[in-house]
């Protein structure tokens, strides 16, 4: 009898520390990058298939509306942008919301930036820490990769992008 509940203590504490393990490895490691695998819709309905879109620097944030850090990498992502130029640089605000919280949150922050919907819940792309952003290069390659908000408008990303 002594025992099983030796072994039922050690089966209960490797399962806990499997728990925290998975819990740790989800909210600090980057995934991989789901971008280039999935289609994204525009409001209108529309669908830009993001494998297509290499030649040009690329931003893509994750977010969800009612996510703090979400907001205040905002306006970082959009000093990027006017920076290094539309012509130079293409950002994506990526959420699995519906429109109607997307735009509250745009409308909210009267930004001007393109955001989408992904065709595929985030839980489903290994998205599950909110920002999760990355600078991709214009041949598609991860240049660097945060989560939960950064200043995305300092001059170490600068210094990657010119």
């Known amino acids: 009898m002594k025992n099983k509940k030796v072994l039922f203590q050690i089966i209960a504490l490797f399962g806990f520390a499997l728990f925290i393990g998975i ?22 309905g529309s669908l830009v298939k993001a494998r ?10 994750y977010f969800q509306s009612w996510c703090g850090d979400c907001a205040r990498e ?3 992502i ?11 640089i293409n950002v994506f605000l990526v959420s699995d919301e519906d429109f ?3 735009n509250k949150f745009r409308n909210h922050f009267k930004s001007q930036l393109p955001f989408y919907q992904s065709v ?16 991709l290069s214009p041949e598609g390659e991860i240049l660097l990769s945060k ?16």
């Open 78 to 88: 959009e000093k990027l942008q006017s920076d290094v130029g539309k012509e130079k």
């Open 52 to 61: 297509s879109l290499k030649g040009k620097y690329i931003l893509v944030s």
């Open 23 to 44: 819990k740790w490895y989800r909210h600090n490691v980057v995934p991989e990058l789901p971008f280039y695998a999935q289609d994204l819709k525009k409001e209108d």
């Open 74 to 76: 905002l306006p970082s």
């Open 120 to 135: 595929n819940a985030f839980d489903k792309i290994g998205i599950h820490v909110f920002p999760t952003t990355y600078l």
């Open 100 to 102: 109607v919280k997307i």
């Open 147 to 162: 989560l939960e908000g950064y200043d995305w408008a300092s001059k170490d990303v600068l210094k990657l992008i010119q």
